[in-house]
């Protein structure tokens, strides 16, 4: 992957996309070939199943565990209460217990946990379940700015059309199509290639 490059991972349930995750992070082993990851890459990683809280703690505690200040960019840091602001905890929310929060709000704030560790390589695995709609924005408009590589796994066709440079199509048994362009893109390249196809038939 080239630094800052944005791949969508598309295709149905069960076809292997959160496996390959999986194995560029190397917690699973690849049945052959390998993994090479270079000596600066700090990963960050988004799962389904990633919601793990001490409910007793605070909201701005849980991030504040993690670092005292957030890196937005090159020499440019700002407070962990105005990164939680950003994504729409306010103020009065942050000093709330973690049991206080509802199912999307402990989603945005695992989120935040990812993000808040400066990684360079985001994994993204359905980011935008059970956000609410400006949550998502929110996420769009931080990945947009994003300088790092991008993997993500999403159902979110919008999403992947706004960030994607090019996407990781799984048709499935192992078949990977990688197509550089969006998911829009290759809808339409796709059509044009049926077309031709049926003209061929056709003679």
Do not use: W
């Not at 605070?58 to 990164?83: C, P, Q, W």
């Not at 929060?101 to 059970?130: A, H, M, Q």
């Not at 159902?155 to 199509?169: E, S, T, V």
């Not at 339409?188 to 061929?200: I, S």
Request: aromatic content about 10%.
């Amino acid at each position: 992957f080239k630094k800052g490059e944005k791949v969508g991972i598309i295709g149905p349930n069960g076809c292997g996309k959160s496996t390959l995750l999986n194995i560029i992070t190397e917690q699973i082993k690849p049945d052959s070939g390998r993994v090479t990851t270079g000596e600066t890459i700090t990963y960050g990683y988004y799962k389904q199943d990633g919601l793990d809280f001490n409910k007793n703690k605070r909201v701005i505690d849980i991030l504040t565990d993690i670092a005292e200040v957030v890196n937005v960019g090159k020499n440019k840091t700002i407070s962990v209460s105005r990164f939680l602001s950003f994504f729409l905890f306010e103020p009065k929310v942050q000093n709330n217990y973690v049991y206080t929060l509802s199912g999307g709000e402990l989603r945005r704030l695992y989120l935040l946990t990812v993000l808040i560790k400066n990684p360079n390589f985001l994994r993204l695995d359905e980011p935008t379940n059970d956000l609410d709609i400006e949550t998502r924005n929110k996420l769009e408009e931080f990945l947009m700015d994003f300088q790092g590589c991008v993997l993500l796994v999403s159902h979110d066709r919008y999403l992947i059309d706004k960030l994607a440079d090019h996407i990781f199509l799984f048709k499935g048994d192992g078949e990977i199509k990688d197509f550089y362009g969006n998911y829009t893109e290759y809808q339409l390249t796709r059509k044009k290639e049926v077309k031709q196809e049926k003209a061929k038939e056709n003679g």
